[in-house]
């Protein structure tokens, strides 16, 4: 299996910008397609973006597109979530997540899971 620890997050104000980090231990990090979710306080877990093993595919959520972007070094088993223009409803706990065969938005399909890091846009 991996092991998935998240680091980067913040206080940050709205506009600013914040690089989270998803570093990855145990099996071959270049195996696994990885996702970026966040759960706000109260509600449900969400998608934010994925990329595939390569780095030759990656998917956004709506609400993110154009201001987030995902990047991967298989070489430092890391994955990385870029966050400009952070707005307060980006407000938010962000996981990262990983899996073999499965690379989109459905949470349930990943089968490992960092703890998550917070991230707190002021306004």
């Known amino acids: 299996q991996v092991q998935l620890v998240e680091s980067g997050g913040g206080l940050v104000q709205a506009g600013g910008s914040l690089r989270l980090s998803c570093a990855a231990s145990g099996r071959t990090f270049s195996n696994y397609n990885m996702g970026w979710f966040r759960q706000a306080p109260g509600k449900e877990r969400r998608f934010v973006g994925a990329?595939?093993?390569?780095?030759?595919?990656?998917d956004y959520a709506d609400s993110v597109k154009g201001r987030f972007t995902i990047s991967r070094n298989n070489a430092k088993n890391t994955v990385y979530l870029q966050m400009n223009n952070l707005k307060p409803e980006d407000t938010a706990v962000y996981y990262c997540?990983?899996?073999?065969?499965?690379?989109?938005?459905?949470?349930?399909?990943?089968?490992?899971w960092g703890q998550g890091t917070q991230v707190t846009v002021s306004s």
């Open positions: 997540a990983a899996d073999t065969s499965y690379y989109g938005s459905n949470l349930g399909e990943y089968d490992y």
């Open positions: 990329i595939s093993w390569g780095g030759g595919m990656g």
